[in-house]
Structures are given as structure tokens and as C-alpha cells.
């Protein structure tokens, strides 16, 4: 069946620290992609998405772009901040529209 | 627009007993469904309405898990009875139509003694 892999967490960056989040899917169909943040004592929130291959979502500094190749949809952020700290989670929907997620990766970001 | 409101927060119950769980989604939403992290590994989907006829469940896990839409409007998960590995944050979402993104509840931390 359809699943997700990302890097397992957590990610402990400095203030300004180029940021990368490694994700991969496997996929019968062709899938929406997703990045859905959770901050500290909150919900889900979808931080970004794409449709189909080569489209790139942005969103708050942060981008991933759909690779069909490779079957990825990397999380990357130039400079991040204290304020990113948060578990990320990558995702994909396919066929039918239940998301299918991955274990999620913890950012921790130090001034 | 108030968003996907879930209650309560936090339950913390014994094993046997029983929790219910509500869900309200966003005002106008049709698509409602029910996810579940348990001990920080991946979030996984139980279920899905479409106004109150459930479209898929089959993430449920088993038959103590009860879930309900009447009316189309609030859900419930009903869990009877609760079992230790029935711990973890439950997470409701809702959607306008199957093409937009879901928008997520807090989510309820259940706690099986």
C-alpha cells in the first residue's frame, strides 16, 4: 500500500541554519503531496503542498518540491528560526482523499 | 471562521471504561475524518464522513471503537471499552470537498490507565 518515510528526529539546528527534512513515498497512483507542521500545545497545520510532479510548494520560508523520479518531497528552509521549532510531517493523498503521513521529524532550533 | 474544534483536550480514563470524544468541524465542511498518533509514530486515518454517511472506515481498528455524525454536522468517537493500547492523540479534520486541504482540530490526548 501507499506509505511515507522521513527522516527520523530529532533535527537540532542553530538560528539561520540551512534546514533539510528528507521525505520519500511510495504510491500506486499519482498523489498530492503535503508538509503539515505541529507547533508546541497545537494542531495540525498544513504548511504547504503540491499536486502533481515538478510543482513546487511554498509557504513561510519553507519549500518542497515534487519529485517524481525520486519519489520525494524534501522539506527545505534557508535560514530558520527559534520560532520553527515544531514536529513536521510529510504526507500524501491519493486516490481517495485520507491522508496517508509519515512518523513526523522534531526541529529543534537554538538561538 | 472558528475552526475544527475537538473536546476534550486531554481524558485520561482506566482501562474498561468508556470516552467519547466529539469533533466539530468548520461551518459549512461536508468531509469530516478521525486520525490517530499513538506513541509518536505515524499519524494514521480511521475514518471519513461525508455528511453523516460514513465514506470509508477502514482504519478502524476494531469493533470498540464507535464513530458518528447524525445530522451532518458534530462527530463522535466512542471508545467502550478502552484498552491500554487505545492511548494517544486523536486527531478530527475537516474538508469542504475532497479537493481542498483538511484543516485540523487540536486533537485529544487519551491517556488508558
Known amino acids: 500500500g501507499d506509505s511515507v518515510t522521513q527522516m527520523e528526529g530529532p533535527v537540532t539546528l542553530s538560528e539561520e541554519a540551512f534546514l533539510t527534512i528528507n521525505c520519500t513515498y511510495t504510491a500506486t497512483g499519482y498523489p498530492s503531496l503535503f508538509w503539515y507542521v505541529q507547533y508546541p500545545g497545537e494542531g495540525l497545520q498544513l504548511l504547504l503542498k503540491a499536486t502533481k510532479a515538478d510543482d513546487k510548494g511554498s509557504n513561510k520560508g519553507f519549500e518542497a518540491t515534487y519529485r517524481k523520479e525520486t519519489t520525494s518531497f524534501h522539506l527545505e528552509k534557508g535560514s530558520v528560526q527559534v520560532s520553527d521549532s515544531a514536529v513536521y510531517f510529510c504526507a500524501l493523498s491519493d486516490r481517495d482523499d485520507k491522508l496517508i503521513f509519515g512518523t513526523g521529524t522534531r526541529l529543534q532550533v537554538f538561538p | 471562521e472558528a475552526g475544527v474544534t475537538q473536546f476534550p483536550s486531554h481524558s485520561v480514563i482506566e482501562k474498561g471504561q468508556t470516552v467519547t470524544l466529539r469533533c466539530d468541524p468548520i461551518s459549512g465542511h461536508d468531509n469530516l475524518y478521525w486520525y490517530r498518533r499513538v506513541m509518536g509514530k505515524e499519524i494514521k486515518f480511521l475514518l471519513h464522513f461525508v455528511k453523516e454517511s460514513k465514506q470509508d472506515e477502514s482504519g478502524m481498528p476494531n469493533n470498540r471503537f464507535l464513530a458518528e455524525r447524525t445530522g451532518g454536522t458534530y462527530s463522535t468517537l466512542k471508545v467502550q471499552p478502552a484498552e491500554l493500547e487505545d492511548s494517544g492523540v486523536y486527531f478530527c479534520?475537516?474538508?469542504?470537498?475532497?479537493?481542498?486541504?483538511?484543516?485540523f482540530g487540536d486533537g485529544t490526548r487519551l491517556s488508558i490507565l
Open positions: 479534520a475537516s474538508s469542504q470537498d475532497f479537493r481542498q486541504p483538511q484543516h
